[in-house]
């Protein structure tokens, strides 16, 4: 069974740019969340969905947002990039309603220029 | 708001000692209790977990045990090897809806075991 894949494993932007980070869950999971995870700051929620719709959201700025297709699969975009936005995102599924307990990804490592 | 509190790392070890790693949580209600791994270059992988009070999660070699009372969820293995050379995290997932999907992590404890 194919596990939670993310892709693009990394990628390097500029200040100022936008970014599109994609997860796909396990099959037949129907809840996503995801994390950002720096040296600083650890591991922090950024937001959950189900069914397409946003259930738990973090505290994160407006800048960073997400979303879910029918099929589970989710994307989580930030604008105006900032370097502190640099960090390993991470991306958990569930086959749980509660959400719980997540399989996570590999991650995608951003780095802001 | 709900917190976990990891023991200050990095732990070293020897091959075949024996590992505690101490995590405490504040949360409301009834949360339940994760430990986590993670290898070089990888996402996390869940280690074990427990859902009630005195609920023991165990997973290749790995124990902990839910105490509500002390409000801990340390993690212990009996004989480590140089295998398990990875950063380890307690977690908490809180009960109720406004906590869906949604982990607190502690900080991370880094073990480096050698041979």
């Known amino acids: 069974k194919a596990g939670v894949t993310q892709t693009p494993r990394y990628l390097i932007k500029t200040r100022g740019q936008q970014v599109t980070l994609s997860c796909s869950p396990i099959?037949?999971?129907?809840?996503v969340s995801w994390y950002q995870q720096t040296p600083g700051q650890g591991l922090q929620f950024l937001f959950e969905?189900?069914?397409?719709?946003?259930?738990n959201k973090g505290n994160f700025p407006g800048r960073f947002s997400g979303r879910q297709f029918s099929n589970s699969r989710s994307e989580m975009n930030v604008s105006t990039l900032e370097l502190g936005d640099s960090a390993l995102y991470l991306c958990a599924s569930s086959l749980e309603r509660d959400g719980q307990p997540q399989h996570f990804g590999d991650g995608t490592r951003l780095s802001i220029l | 708001g709900d917190s976990v509190t990891q023991m200050e790392g990095p732990v070293t070890l020897s091959e075949e000692a024996c590992l505690t790693i101490n995590c405490t949580y504040t949360a409301t209600g009834y949360p339940s209790l994760f430990w986590y791994v993670q290898y070089p270059g990888e996402g996390l992988q869940l280690l074990l977990k427990a859902t009630k009070a005195d609920d023991k999660g165990s997973n290749k070699g790995f124990e902990a045990t839910y105490r509500k009372e002390t409000t801990s969820f340390h993690l212990e293995k009996g004989s480590v090897q140089v295998s398990d050379s990875a950063v380890y995290f307690c977690?908490?997932?809180?009960?109720?809806?406004?906590?869906?999907?949604?982990?607190?992590f502690g900080q991370g404890t880094i073990l480096t075991v050698h041979p």
């Open positions: 099959s037949g999971h129907r809840s």
């Open positions: 969905y189900f069914s397409e719709t946003q259930r």
């Open positions: 977690a908490l997932s809180s009960a109720g809806g406004t906590s869906y999907g949604k982990l607190t």
